[in-house]
């Protein structure tokens, strides 16, 4: 029996992906196609993204998207 899967270990299972990216190749977008905006946080409930993140995602640097990642790791494990 296996359990249910959900955004979160969704979100949680890239990014454990991406954690054996190299940093020169573009990792997985976080992207879950949940995009409602939470305004208390000023996150996506899906990625867990800020409007600014998203906006800047498309024409970031593969080694900017592995450092949005990285603050993702923080927020994933906050938030998981």
């Known amino acids: ?3 249910p899967t959900t955004p979160w270990h969704v979100l949680r299972e890239r990014w454990l992906s991406v954690k054996q990216t190299p940093v020169d190749e573009r990792p997985l977008s ?16 899906g ?3 800020t409007l600014d993140e998203i906006a800047r995602w ?3 640097s593969p080694q900017d998207q592995h450092r949005m990642w990285a603050r993702l790791g923080e927020r994933i494990e906050t938030h998981g």
């Open 30 to 45: 976080p992207c879950l196609s949940i995009c409602t905006m939470n305004e208390s946080t000023g996150e996506c409930a």
């Open 1 to 3: 029996m296996s359990l």
């Open 58 to 60: 498309g024409y970031a």
């Open 47 to 49: 990625c867990l993204r």
